[in-house]
């Protein structure tokens, strides 16, 4: 059987050339577009109407409230469409402050950001995001307002823009977390043992306790975890606590071994190993390059 050809939407196409990493695009009514795969992500919000989500693997019923992320190399398309009408969110997550302020310790933007468009298939898109009318009116507020600075680009529109897209991210986030269905719930389960790890990781944390927090087996939730964040979950501390050294060091007030101490490293030597592990220097060297001097 011959496969269906999938087209790949490049960045240059969609974004404007100044190169800002968030596009607002209508579709009311979405028109027949074909397979394809882009090299961005969409947020994805159902406006109006009814259709059919076609991936390579499945197939799913939409209808107006269904919020949902797309990655940027998962083929779709949208089939059998009875006046669809849909918003596409383009962002590149990579040039964005997605780590911006608390957002990480929300379990909903986890959920829906990461752990739902991984496991659409196992929980045959029931763990999608379904927004309430009053969610959806709120959503679509949010959009106006970002698809008006972009539209216009005035002075400033980047921060005005990048800070109504998290505000929108924000959003979607905290309704997600009141998912009423199975599968959103079984989702919000592992995703608050990553908030967990996002809000505590100066703390002393074991496996057990972020098993049992997540209600799953100790082996589905080590399998889960790894899949969807790409490392296993002590591993996965050691980078925040890592990371948030080095905003202490590049700010340059505290000495190497109060950093060690305030990031969850009882052990200064410890804490130079694990550094040097992820970095590739000494906390002494990486505060250096950044222009500070050693305590």
């Known amino acids: 059987m011959q496969q269906a050809t999938v087209r790949k939407l490049r960045k240059e196409d969609w974004f404007h050339e100044d190169g800002f990493p968030i596009v607002v695009e209508r579709r009311d009514p979405q028109e027949p577009f074909g397979l394809h795969s882009h090299e961005f992500c969409e947020i994805v919000v159902i406006t109006g109407g009814k259709g059919l989500h076609f991936t390579t693997e499945d197939t799913y019923e939409l209808s107006i409230g269904d919020a949902f992320v797309i990655g940027g190399d998962r083929p779709h398309d949208y089939l059998n469409m009875e006046r ?5 969110i383009l962002f590149e997550p990579e040039h964005l402050p997605m780590e911006f302020c608390d957002l990480p310790q929300l379990s909903g933007y986890h959920a829906l950001f ?5 496991f659409r298939k196992q929980h045959q898109f029931s763990s999608r995001l379904q927004l309430t009318p009053v969610e959806l009116a ?5 959009i106006d307002q970002l698809q008006a600075e972009l539209a216009e680009r005035g002075d400033g529109f980047r921060v005005m823009a990048t800070t109504l897209f998290l505000q929108l991210v924000a959003y979607l986030s905290r309704c997600y977390s009141r998912a009423r269905d199975p599968g959103g719930r079984s989702l919000l389960a592992i995703a ?3 908030s967990h790890l996002e809000r505590n990781y100066s703390q002393q944390i074991t496996l057990d306790e972020l098993v049992e927090m997540s209600g799953m087996s100790r082996r589905n939730f080590l399998r889960i975890f790894e899949s969807t964040m790409g490392l296993p979950p002590i591993k996965y501390l050691i980078r925040l606590r890592i990371r948030r050294a080095c905003e202490l060091l590049q700010q340059g007030e505290l000495g190497i071994s109060e950093i060690a101490l305030r990031v969850g490293f009882p052990d200064s030597n410890y804490f130079s ?3 040097r592990a992820v970095t590739g220097s000494s906390p002494s060297q990486y505060r250096g390059a950044m222009g500070n001097n050693g305590r």
């Open 84 to 88: 669809l009408s849909l918003i596409n």
């Open 114 to 118: 990461k752990l739902e468009p991984a």
């Open 273 to 275: 190993r694990q550094f």
């Open 192 to 194: 608050a043992a990553i």
């Open 138 to 142: 709120h959503t679509t507020q949010l």
